[in-house]
C-alpha cells in the first residue's frame, strides 16, 4: 500500500469517504441493536471484525484489474481508519 490515493481526484476520495463511512458505521449500529452482547461491543466488532475479509476483497479485485492501485490504496486506508476508531466505540 502506498500514498498513490493522493492522485485520486478530490471528488472521487469524498465520496468514497461519504458512501463508505456512513455505510459501515450504520451497518455496525444495526448490529449493535440487535446483538445480545451490548450496543457498544457489537457496534466496536462490526466496525473492526471484517478488516482481514475487507483486505482479501481489495487483493483480489485489485489482482483481476478491476480497481486501481490508487482507489486500493484509499479503500485500504479508509478499513484501517475503521480499525483504529473502532476501540472508542467500545468505551
Known amino acids: ?4 490515493f493522493l492522485d ?4 472521487t476520495v469524498a465520496v468514497v469517504l461519504v458512501a463508505a463511512v456512513p ?15 451490548g450496543y457498544r461491543l457489537a457496534t466496536a466488532a462490526g466496525l473492526m471484525g471484517k ?10 479485485l485489485a489482482e ?3 480497481i486501481g492501485q490508487p482507489l ?10 475503521y480499525i483504529l476508531l473502532a476501540p472508542a466505540g467500545i468505551s
Open 1 to 4: 500500500m502506498d500514498a498513490s
Open 8 to 11: 485520486l481526484p478530490l471528488m
Open 23 to 37: 455505510a459501515k458505521a450504520a451497518g455496525a449500529a444495526l448490529a449493535g441493536m440487535l446483538a445480545p452482547t
Open 51 to 60: 478488516g482481514v475479509a475487507e483486505l482479501a476483497l481489495l487483493v483480489l
Open 64 to 66: 483481476a484489474g478491476l
Open 72 to 81: 486500493f490504496a484509499l479503500l485500504s486506508v479508509v478499513m484501517l481508519g
